[in-house]
């Protein structure tokens, strides 16, 4: 079973930082687009950041200049830096691994929240 383990989550306040880490496989994270989507209650779930395969990097408008998405290769492991937050980041954050390169799966992780209090 493909495990996409997250962490980084919390409770903070607007104007803060936080930082979400997903460690996947190396296996998965060498043939993946990985990305975070997020969703808060009572709205679907929406693509925040993805990056990797054929794609450099690709940002949702509403976190273009606040939030970055990178990799550490030798760790796999895709982060998501969040500055400047908004209430309207609260949100559970979830980690994504999507085939890339004809590879067929679509892994999720199991979710982490973030709650920004203004």
């Known amino acids: 079973q493909v495990q996409l383990v997250e962490s980084g989550g919390g409770l903070v306040q607007a104007g803060d930082s936080l930082r979400l880490s997903c460690a996947a496989s190396r296996i998965i994270f060498s043939i993946s687009t990985m990305a975070w989507y997020r969703q808060a209650p009572g709205k679907q779930r929406e693509l925040v950041a993805e990056?990797?395969?054929?794609?450099?990097?690709n940002y949702a408008e509403s976190v273009k200049g606040r939030f970055t998405i990178s990799t550490d290769n030798a760790k796999n492991t895709v982060f998501l830096q969040m500055n400047s937050l908004k209430p309207e980041d609260t949100a559970v954050y979830y980690c994504?691994?999507?085939?890339?390169?004809?590879?067929?799966?679509?892994?999720w992780g199991q979710g982490t929240q973030v709650t920004v209090s203004s």
């Open positions: 990056i990797g395969g054929a794609v450099s990097t």
């Open positions: 994504n691994a999507r085939g890339a390169w004809g590879h067929q799966h679509d892994y």
